[in-house]
């Protein structure tokens, strides 16, 4: 094993200040190779051997502490294999916490073999770590400075029951904390699907929220839990996608913290339009052949009303074709093909109890020619 650096940094405990600074560190690492977050983890590591009185974990975070000083010194390699086993010991930190007993036989064979600077086949095939759990929110908040009468929770303008607020908090703080986790192991592999838990993260993080009235956050999370629906084979990926959604989980985390310290703030606007711009990617080939095919029927139902004013079966078929387009851009998220498809449903119904006029018969072929255009942008943008 390397020598390790002189640099001591006197016993830890499991408190939530070493979660909060492991749980940041390891992230760092797993995102950009940070040598010196590594360093960090180094120094946790033996605090952690120095307060530990039992042998394996004593044992444990010394190997930790040896892993973590290859890394820094570029004797391992920061590689998928060795980001995951740092992401381990975040499991393994938990774990004890819990004084739960971990698989001290499977964790540290990597560990070793990482250490001597090669990673066998087995740490390739690691799965997925769980994410670790932490304090709650509500500790930045000042502890239980509330309004006694009434029991609630001034945050700007929301008066918010203590107890869903309290609830609200341990919730929330879980689920950001394990979205953002999944998201940062999803840019070690962009080419896997996003795994329909991490897209049940977001959207419980939405349905949170909306039940305490943070309106901002309800719709910004729903809006990621929508993109991330669009994460999967046959979607098109490009290397922005993990930045992205890794911006966007991390502002999550930032708001819930405002939220906690009792400032009711907005996602920035940059980062939701680009949620947004996301949004209008292509879709997956099926759903690209079941655009073609009604926009195809709609214009032979259109021309045929057109050509024949008093024929209310097509233009009853042109009402029951955009309504499938409606449900479509409801599927895909695209709020742009949504507008158009309603403005055209409410002409065409109105226009459906009379005669078609030839003015009339003009504005449909425009409504139908907007929502072509936000049809043919979603499906075929590079």
């Given at each position: 094993m390397p020598v390790m650096s002189p640099a001591h940094p006197g016993a830890v405990d499991y408190g939530p200040q070493t979660r909060v600074r492991m749980d940041a560190l390891v992230l760092n690492i797993i995102r950009s190779a940070d040598a010196s977050a590594a360093v960090g983890m180094r120094d946790i590591s033996l605090g952690l051997a120095d307060t530990e009185q039992r042998a394996p974990e004593r044992y444990f975070w010394t190997v930790s502490?040896?892993?973590?000083?290859?890394?820094?010194?570029?004797?391992?390699?920061?590689?998928?294999a060795n980001k995951r086993l740092a992401a381990q010991t975040l499991r393994v930190y938990m774990q004890l916490a819990r004084g739960e007993t971990p698989p001290w036989d499977e964790l540290l064979p990597p560990l070793l073999a990482a250490c001597a600077g090669r990673a066998p086949a087995a740490a390739q095939a690691t799965p997925a770590t769980e994410a670790p759990t932490s304090e709650p929110l509500r500790l930045l908040s000042g502890g239980d400075a509330v309004d006694a009468q009434d029991r609630v929770r001034v945050i700007g303008e929301l008066r918010v029951d203590i107890a869903a607020y309290n609830l609200f908090l341990n919730d929330a703080d879980e689920l950001s904390r394990q979205l953002l986790l999944d998201l940062t192991e999803w840019t070690l592999e962009p080419h896997r699907a996003v795994l329909d838990s991490t897209i049940a993260l977001a959207q419980s993080l939405a349905e949170a929220a909306r039940q305490v009235g943070f309106a901002d956050l309800a719709g910004f999370a729903g809006s990621l839990a929508q993109v991330l629906r669009h994460v999967q084979p046959g979607f098109p990926l490009v290397p922005e996608d993990g930045e992205l959604f890794l911006a966007a989980a991390e502002a999550v985390r930032r708001l819930l913290h405002q939220f906690a310290a009792g400032f009711l703030k907005q996602p920035e606007p940059a980062l939701v339009q680009a949620l947004a711009q996301r949004q209008i990617r292509p879709a997956s080939p099926h759903l690209g052949k079941e655009w073609s095919a009604l926009l195809s029927t709609l214009g032979g139902a259109l021309r045929q009303w057109t050509a024949r004013p008093d024929n209310r079966s097509a233009g009853l078929?042109?009402?029951?074709?955009?309504?499938?387009?409606?449900?479509?851009?409801?599927?895909?998220?695209?709020?742009?093909?949504?507008?158009a498809a309603n403005q055209m449903t409410e002409h065409a119904r109105v226009l459906g109890q009379g005669d078609l006029a030839p003015g009339l018969a003009a504005q449909l072929r425009a409504d139908a020619q907007r929502l072509q255009v936000a049809g043919n942008a979603f499906f075929t943008t590079a």
């Amino acid at each position: 094993m390397p020598v390790m650096s002189p640099a001591h940094p006197g016993a830890v405990d499991y408190g939530p200040q070493t979660r909060v600074r492991m749980d940041a560190l390891v992230l760092n690492i797993i995102r950009s190779a940070d040598a010196s977050a590594a360093v960090g983890m180094r120094d946790i590591s033996l605090g952690l051997a120095d307060t530990e009185q039992r042998a394996p974990e004593r044992y444990f975070w010394t190997v930790s502490a040896t892993f973590f000083e290859a890394l820094a010194t570029g004797l391992s390699a920061m590689d998928v294999a060795n980001k995951r086993l740092a992401a381990q010991t975040l499991r393994v930190y938990m774990q004890l916490a819990r004084g739960e007993t971990p698989p001290w036989d499977e964790l540290l064979p990597p560990l070793l073999a990482a250490c001597a600077g090669r990673a066998p086949a087995a740490a390739q095939a690691t799965p997925a770590t769980e994410a670790p759990t932490s304090e709650p929110l509500r500790l930045l908040s000042g502890g239980d400075a509330v309004d006694a009468q009434d029991r609630v929770r001034v945050i700007g303008e929301l008066r918010v029951d203590i107890a869903a607020y309290n609830l609200f908090l341990n919730d929330a703080d879980e689920l950001s904390r394990q979205l953002l986790l999944d998201l940062t192991e999803w840019t070690l592999e962009p080419h896997r699907a996003v795994l329909d838990s991490t897209i049940a993260l977001a959207q419980s993080l939405a349905e949170a929220a909306r039940q305490v009235g943070f309106a901002d956050l309800a719709g910004f999370a729903g809006s990621l839990a929508q993109v991330l629906r669009h994460v999967q084979p046959g979607f098109p990926l490009v290397p922005e996608d993990g930045e992205l959604f890794l911006a966007a989980a991390e502002a999550v985390r930032r708001l819930l913290h405002q939220f906690a310290a009792g400032f009711l703030k907005q996602p920035e606007p940059a980062l939701v339009q680009a949620l947004a711009q996301r949004q209008i990617r292509p879709a997956s080939p099926h759903l690209g052949k079941e655009w073609s095919a009604l926009l195809s029927t709609l214009g032979g139902a259109l021309r045929q009303w057109t050509a024949r004013p008093d024929n209310r079966s097509a233009g009853l078929e042109v009402i029951r074709i955009v309504a499938q387009v409606q449900a479509l851009a409801r599927q895909l998220g695209n709020q742009a093909l949504l507008m158009a498809a309603n403005q055209m449903t409410e002409h065409a119904r109105v226009l459906g109890q009379g005669d078609l006029a030839p003015g009339l018969a003009a504005q449909l072929r425009a409504d139908a020619q907007r929502l072509q255009v936000a049809g043919n942008a979603f499906f075929t943008t590079a």
